[in-house]
T-cell receptor, first 117, second 110 residues
């Protein structure tokens, strides 16, 4: 089946620095990708929709300038957490829809654990 | 009103029993309904999806959809300890972004 890959799987950074997380569709093209954040024991929260060649669409309450999203190609979207703070520590997950004979199926990347110290 | 509602559980069933997971959604325009399984600390993995009213079976899993009632469920037959996880229901429109419920935590007791 379709595969979505994320990198890095775990990252620790200092407060105030920026961290980039990559999301790649490995065997299909994705004009749209989705970024989620999940705090421990909580549900997945959609942060933004990444659109290839155009600006991302952010969900209410998500700071555009803090969470920079770039979707420069049909197989790669990046999320950059700028000026990271300890409260940004979370599990970040991307997903992408792959079109099959039954319509679109959405696949998730492996997720990226971010710890800000 | 939440877009997706699930009983957070925990739901405990003995090994070999049938686990029944329920989900209601608010958007009548939803077209496809996905069930994901998420183990602690891991990313969700797709179990199955359904888009037509009725039942859809895949191995030990059966998804049931009733669009009139805005209700979708997942049955797990012959539950195994390895099925212990959080199950996420996600309606979508034509493959657009998924909104998840809080998920139901299932524990299968050996």
């Amino acid at each position: 089946g379709a595969v979505v890959s994320q990198h890095p799987s775990r990252v620790i950074c200092k407060s105030g620095t920026s961290v980039k997380i990559e999301c790649r569709s490995l065997d299909f093209q994705a004009t749209t990708m989705f970024w989620y954040r999940q705090f421990p024991k909580q549900s997945l929260m959609l942060m933004a929709t990444s659109n290839e060649g155009s600006k991302a669409t952010y969900e209410q309450g998500v700071e555009k300038d803090k969470f920079l999203i770039n979707h420069a190609s049909l197989t790669l979207s990046t999320l950059t957490v700028t000026s990271a703070h300890p409260e940004d520590s979370s599990f970040y997950i991307c997903s992408a829809p792959a079109t099959g004979h039954s319509g679109n199926t959405i696949y998730f990347g492996e997720g990226s654990w971010l710890t800000v110290v | 009103q939440k877009e997706v509602e699930q009983n957070s559980g925990p739901l405990s069933v003995p090994e070999g029993a049938i686990a029944s997971l329920n989900c209601t959604y608010s958007d009548r325009g939803s077209q496809s309904f996905f069930w994901y399984r998420q183990y602690s600390g891991k990313s969700p993995e797709l179990i199955m999806f359904i888009y037509s009213n009725g039942d859809k079976e895949d191995g030990r899993f059966t998804a049931q959809l009733n669009k009139a009632s805005q209700y979708v469920s997942l049955l797990i037959r012959d539950s195994q300890p390895s099925d212990s996880a959080t199950y996420l229901c996600a309606p979508t429109k034509g493959g657009s972004n998924l909104f998840f419920g809080t998920g139901t935590r299932l524990t299968v007791i050996p």
